[in-house]
Structure formats: C-alpha cells, structure tokens
C-alpha cells in the first residue's frame, strides 16, 4: 500500500554562486529541500508531496515545472494572481554564507487562507512535514489554520515532523517566534530542532536541555541537529545517543544541510532503521550536500550513501 509524505511551506527562487557577479538560478526552500531527499529516500512505496502557492507569473510556472520533474506532487499547490515566489541570494564571506531575502509578494505567505484547499491537500497524507519558516511567513490568523489543519492531519492517522527552523528576522519578536514554535511543537510526533539556534531564544545551556524541553510538551522523538558537532538523538522511550558526523571531505557551501539531514533521517526511520541509525544515515546525506553548491544535489549523489 502506497504511503503518503506531505511537505508544507515556501519555495522560492535561488541565486547562488556569486563568483564574479555570476549567479545560478534554481528552485529551493527548506521545506520543498527535506520533500527534494525524502523523495530520493523514502522507500519505493511512499509518494511525496509538496504543498504551498505560488503566482501566476512565469517563474512560479518554471518551478512547478521543476517540482513536477523532481517526481514531486504539484496537484495541491495553490495559484495566488498577482503574486510571486520570494527569491533569495547567497553569498560566501569568510568562510559562512549569508542570504538576502525578497519575499514581499510571496504568494507562499497565503497558502492558509484557503482552508478548504489546505484541508484537501493532507488528507491521506502518512507523514505531514512543516517547519518554523512555513509558520513565520503566515499572518498570525493564518498560523492557527495551519495548526488546525496538521492537528486534523494528525488526529486521522498521520505522523506530523516539525523542524523549529528559527529565523528571527521573520518574526516580529523573539517572544512572538518562541511562543508560536512552542506551540507548533506540541501538535508534532518528531521535532528536529538546531542547538544553535535554540539556545539563543530558549536559553537552553546545552543540546540535552533542547531535547528535554521537547520531549514535556509531548514529543515523541527529537534529533537535535548542531553543526559539525554530534546530534543527540532522545526519544520518549528514554534513548540519549550522541551521534557524531563523518569528517567532511570537503565543504562547499553548507546551504540545505540541515534540510537534508532531515530528509535523510525520515527516509532512513520510514525504511525501519531506529532513531540512532537513522541519524547516522542523515549525517552522511548531509556530508554529501554540504560537498555541492546550493541546496539541492542530484538525487543519486545520497541515495545509497
């Protein structure tokens, strides 16, 4: 029986590169990112979706049109006239990379306002995907509808995988962005958060008190995510692993490697493997990504790794 992976967010335009002022055009976003290598890792009987809007205009065309060849379901995205996918920049200075955001008439930050249609697109759906950023892009009305629809989603049958993906120039205050993340937690079975990230808004002393603060407001399974640095995997069940990441052989540009771990770890938990291994297996999807320019490799640079 086919499985169903539904992934909610924004996908936006890329340019990456930069050398010389030459950029690359292509097609990312956290959330299409993790749909991208569930895609290439989920075991053959699971279908992934991805869930989102987009404009009417040439560009929201070309990316459906890549989404679909990705092998990636477009039939649940919404068409918003007049408006556009949010674009963003990257660019390399000593040794990180920084983004530039235009998202002001990203058709994404609309996606909740049609329930009905956002209803329809998680029926069925095994595994419902989302992240931090698919919260903060929506007006604080259009956040409970998505809440309600993933708790719907939930109550019916499916597992629900949240990635806290704290961005906080997206949020009109840390104590608005904390808040509203709490909250989308505790509607989620699997919270992949990043130490870093965390700690700064939380004030969380270490990856432990990450995972624990998770795991009482009811998570189920958290892999704390932080860098180069080992990921701690805690279940509710009373796992506490340190899962260290292979030495990179090289690192190119770091963009999408926490999405990729994500994708890789629920392809590996969907394929049986236990938290522990599966995080092993998202440490080498991620170690492959972070060796290529941009967020999305070719699907057969990770599968198999």
Known sequence: MTKRFVSIGEAMIEMSG???GMYRLGYAGDTLNTAWYAKALLPEDWTVD???ALGDDMYSAQMRAFIDKAGIGTGRIQTIAGRRPGLYMIHQEKGDRHFTYWRGQSAAKLLADDVEALEAAVVGADTVYFSGISMAILAPRARGKLMRTIVKARDAGATVVFDTN???ALW?????MASTLTAAATISDIVLPTHSDEAPVFGDTSPEATAERYLKIG???????NGSEPA???????VREFVPAPRADKVVDA???GDSFNGGYLGARAGGLSPVDAARAAHRVAGVVIGHKGALVAPELVRGV
């Open 172 to 176: 009109t205050s840390p104590k608005i």
């Open 232 to 238: 701690l995997v805690a279940t509710a069940d009373g």
């Open 18 to 20: 930069g050398e010389g």
């Open 219 to 225: 998570a189920r399974e958290v892999v704390v995510k």
């Open 50 to 52: 991805y869930v989102t």
């Open 166 to 168: 704290l961005r906080p």
């Open 255 to 257: 963009t999408g490697a």
